[in-house]
Every structure is written in structure tokens, then in C-alpha cells.
């Protein structure tokens, strides 16, 4: 790498992106922050906190520079709202690449109520675009390597693996069959989600318009906490979230056990999800600023996950390491019972990504973080109280198996 390459990443305050930011400071990048904290604010609506301790940014860098002799810039900026500052700041700091965290990323606050809806379309598409955009009027040649979700595929694969982006069809030109290849067809299954797939066309045209050379990440659900840096420090340490709206499932399986709360398995359990390790997301970016598209080539898009489970199958798990009960409950998302999802990943197996897979002593590990730090759960915000639609009843307590099919089959429809 040549020295003083830098990098901006946008929301590296947050649970992605905080690591992130530290291992790319670590491998010599020098690093600037952009976050407005905002998740650190939803922490206060929700009245709840990161099961771990996290400090004030501030301290969080100090002790970094402190410890490594790295400095990481901070910046307090709204991207959907503060574009004359980003783009100055762009041109500023004349960055190789820019990493974009920096959106409204859980699927239950997105559903929560009309403001929470209207909030996570207006923050993530207006900050996406205003990235764009500045980049452009910058007039530098920068990266964007965003963080974008497998949920823009839906998680229903018509019997077929998941291509990374792009999918072939045979197509019937002038009575002559051809193959093209198309962005895979969007199918958001919340507001959240769909914003993704918003972020996705906004890509398209910059790319297409402005030749803006962009990777979009479709990451899988995020589980663990620690990486080789947070570990480094306990003002390090990384967020970790566990209520009903921004904790997910994995994660939450494992403090669930901690404080014996039943694991809040939704509906029958049988939805099949993609999956990766905080440590394999911070190397999957790192490859992926590594290995940046060509100038004028399409939108790099590779399928960030390195394995499937089925949720029942994790409630399982989990429930014979700590001996947890296992509680079904009617899901107060509108998804389908059962789902098979096969992915294709090659791309970053092909640069070198070594995956992490659930392993017990992984597990372990995160067992250990949820025990330590179980007096700041709050029970009553385990629950997932937001709904898809006003006609799901909330279930405080859990239905049972038996009473739960009918259920699931009136209100969502399956
Ligand atoms: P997070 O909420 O912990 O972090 C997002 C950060 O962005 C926060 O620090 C927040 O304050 C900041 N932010 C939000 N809007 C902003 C704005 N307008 N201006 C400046 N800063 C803003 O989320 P995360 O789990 O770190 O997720 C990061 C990205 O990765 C998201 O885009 C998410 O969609 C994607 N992702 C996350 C997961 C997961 O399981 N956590 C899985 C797949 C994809
Ligand atoms: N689920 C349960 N019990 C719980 C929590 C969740 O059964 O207590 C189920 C959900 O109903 C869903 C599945 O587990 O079927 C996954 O839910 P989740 O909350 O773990 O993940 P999701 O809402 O999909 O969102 C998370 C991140 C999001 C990211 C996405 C990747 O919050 O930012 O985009 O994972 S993906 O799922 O691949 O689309």
C-alpha cells in the first residue's frame, strides 16, 4: 500500500463500522470518521443501551492513538443532511476510497411507525445520494465501497443459487436467443431493506453516468462482537445490540440465554439466513478497497456471507450450549415461514477470504461477553414490539408450536 493512502468511512461509530475502522488504521491507512452518532441517540428513544459498555467517540480514538501512535480523524456530519460539509471534506482529505456504513440499518425500526419509515428512507437514500454527488462535483477519482445487504435479493431463490449481482437470462433477440446479464431482480422485504435497493439503482446511474467506480457489499447478518483491535483495549470495545428492533438474531439467541430470557424464535423458526462474522466483515472490506473496479467497469457487486442457517436451527444450537428454553412466537414480520437460500461467494473466497464459520469456540466467546455485561440488559426490550402490519397481534409470551401455524397462516397470509 503507498503511506498516507486515506480513507473515509462514513458511520464508523457504528457496529461495522467502528472495527472497521480501527484495522484499516491498523494495516496504515490513515483513517477519517464521519458519523452523527445517530444510532447512539435511537439507543435513548429505544431506552435501551449497547449490551456492552461502549465509550464517547472521543475516547474511543484518544485511547487508539494512545495505544498504536494511529490518529483517526473524527467528523460530526449528517450525510443526508450536511452535503456542503461532506463535499468539502471530500476534496480535503482527497480520499482513495470512501467505505459507506452510514444508514438506518435494522428492519424492525424501519416498520416501527410512519416516522420511522419516512426517517429511514429519507436518512439512507439522502445520504447515499449526496455521497454520490459529492464525490462527482469533487472531481477525484474515489472508491465507494458501500455496505449494502442480501436482503435486496429477497430470500426466495426459485430453486437456484444466488449470483453475486448480476443474474444471466436467456433473452429472444430477433429470433436469435441470447444471454445478458441483468441486476438481480429487487425483492426488499421492509422499508429498510428496500432502501437498499434504492441505494442500488443510485449506483447504477452514477456508475453508468458519471463512471463513479463503486463495490456494494450484500452482507449477510452480522454475529460477534470482538475483533483482534476492539480486544486490544476496553475502551475499544465494540457495540452490541440486543432489543427487539436492532439486535440480531444470532446475537440475540446468545444474551437471551445469558439472562434466561426463552430464545425468541419467530414463527416456526424455518427462515433460512446468510451469515457472517464481524472479523470477516472487516476483512472483506479491507479486500474489497484492495481490489477496487476498473475505471468505467459496472457496479462491483460481491455477496458478503460466508454460510446459511436455518433460525430454528441456531435456536437449537444455542439452546444445547447453555441449555436455554426454546419459545415460538408469532413473527411480527410479514416473511415467509420456511425458506431454502443458497448463495454464491466465490469472488472474496477468490481473493483470499479464509471464512469463519459458527464455530462452538466463537460462540463461546460471545456466550462469555453476553454473561459478563447481563445486568444491562432490560428484559422488557426483548421482545420485538414492531410490527409489519397493524393486524399482527404482539406476543409478549409466546404462543407454542401448536397454536402457532393457524396463526401465522391468518395474519401474514402464508
Ligand atoms: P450501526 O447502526 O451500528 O452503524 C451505522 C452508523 O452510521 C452509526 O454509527 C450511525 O450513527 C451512523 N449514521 C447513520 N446515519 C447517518 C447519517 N445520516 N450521517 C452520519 N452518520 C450516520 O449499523 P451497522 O450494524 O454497523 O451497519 C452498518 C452498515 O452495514 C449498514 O448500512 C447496514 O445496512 C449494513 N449491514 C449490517 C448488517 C448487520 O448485521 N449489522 C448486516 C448487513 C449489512
Ligand atoms: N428472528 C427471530 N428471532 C429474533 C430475531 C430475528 O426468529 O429474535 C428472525 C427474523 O424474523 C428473520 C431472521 O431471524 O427471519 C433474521 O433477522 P435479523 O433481525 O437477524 O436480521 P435482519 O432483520 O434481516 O437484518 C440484519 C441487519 C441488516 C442486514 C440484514 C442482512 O440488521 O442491517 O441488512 O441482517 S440480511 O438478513 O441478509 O438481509
Given at each position: 500500500m503507498a503511506s498516507q493512502e486515506r480513507i473515509i468511512v462514513l458511520g464508523g461509530d457504528g457496529f461495522c463500522g467502528w472495527p472497521t475502522s480501527l484495522r484499516l488504521s491498523r494495516e496504515g491507512y490513515d483513517v477519517v470518521i464521519v458519523d452523527n452518532l445517530s444510532r447512539r441517540k435511537i439507543d435513548v428513544e429505544l431506552g435501551c443501551q449497547s449490551l456492552t459498555p461502549i465509550r464517547p467517540i472521543e475516547r474511543r480514538l484518544r485511547t487508539w492513538q494512545e495505544l498504536t501512535g494511529r490518529t483517526i480523524g473524527f467528523h460530526?456530519?449528517?450525510?443526508a443532511e450536511d452535503y456542503h460539509e461532506l463535499e468539502q471534506l471530500i476534496e480535503a482529505v482527497r480520499p482513495k476510497a470512501i467505505v459507506h456504513f452510514a444508514e438506518q440499518r435494522a428492519a424492525p425500526?424501519?416498520?416501527?411507525?410512519p416516522r420511522h419509515k419516512r426517517y429511514t428512507v429519507d436518512n439512507n437514500i439522502n445520504g447515499t445520494h449526496n455521497v454520490l454527488c459529492a464525490i462527482v462535483e469533487s472531481g477525484l477519482d474515489v472508491h465507494l465501497v458501500h455496505l449494502g445487504t442480501m436482503g435486496v435479493y429477497g430470500y426466495g431463490t426459485a430453486g437456484m443459487s444466488i449470483p453475486e449481482g448480476y443474474l444471466t437470462v436467456k433473452v429472444d433477440i430477433d429470433g436469435v436467443d441470447r444471454e445478458i446479464e441483468i441486476p438481480y431482480p429487487p425483492h426488499p422485504g421492509s422499508i429498510y431493506h428496500m432502501t437498499k435497493t434504492l441505494d442500488a439503482l443510485l449506483f447504477y446511474y452514477y456508475n453508468k453516468n458519471?463512471?463513479?467506480?463503486?463495490?456494494?457489499?450484500?452482507?449477510?447478518?452480522?454475529?460477534?462482537?470482538?475483533?483482534e483491535e476492539t480486544l486490544l483495549h476496553p475502551d475499544l470495545i465494540n457495540r452490541f445490540d440486543w432489543e427487539g428492533d436492532y439486535g440480531t438474531v444470532l446475537n440475540r439467541f446468545l444474551v437471551e440465554a445469558a439472562v434466561g430470557h426463552p430464545l425468541t424464535v419467530h414463527g416456526t423458526g424455518g427462515q433460512t439466513r446468510a451469515f457472517i462474522h464481524i472479523r470477516?466483515?472487516?476483512?472483506c472490506i479491507s479486500l474489497a478497497i484492495q481490489h477496487p473496479p476498473a475505471r468505467k467497469e459496472r457496479v462491483k457487486i460481491f455477496n458478503q456471507?460466508?454460510?446459511?442457517?436455518?433460525?430454528?436451527?441456531?435456536?437449537?444450537?444455542v439452546a444445547r450450549l447453555t441449555g436455554a428454553e426454546i419459545r415460538h412466537y408469532i413473527n411480527p414480520r410479514n416473511e415467509a415461514p420456511d425458506n431454502e437460500l443458497v448463495i454464491h461467494n466465490e469472488q472474496f473466497l477468490e481473493l483470499g477470504l479464509n471464512p469463519i464459520t459458527l464455530s462452538e469456540g466463537l460462540l463461546q466467546e460471545v456466550i462469555e461477553v453476553a454473561a459478563r455485561y447481563r445486568d444491562r440488559v432490560d428484559q422488557s426490550k426483548i421482545i420485538a414490539d414492531s410490527r409489519w402490519r397493524a393486524d399482527i397481534p404482539l406476543d409478549r409470551e409466546g404462543r407454542g408450536l401448536q397454536t402457532l401455524s393457524p396463526i401465522t397462516q391468518t395474519v401474514n397470509g402464508h
Open positions: 460530526n456530519l449528517n450525510i425500526y424501519s416498520m416501527k411507525s458519471d463512471d463513479v467506480r463503486i463495490t456494494d457489499l450484500h452482507q449477510g447478518v452480522v454475529w460477534g462482537t470482538n475483533t470477516d466483515t472487516v476483512r456471507a460466508t454460510e446459511t442457517h436455518r433460525v430454528r436451527d441456531l435456536a437449537a444450537l
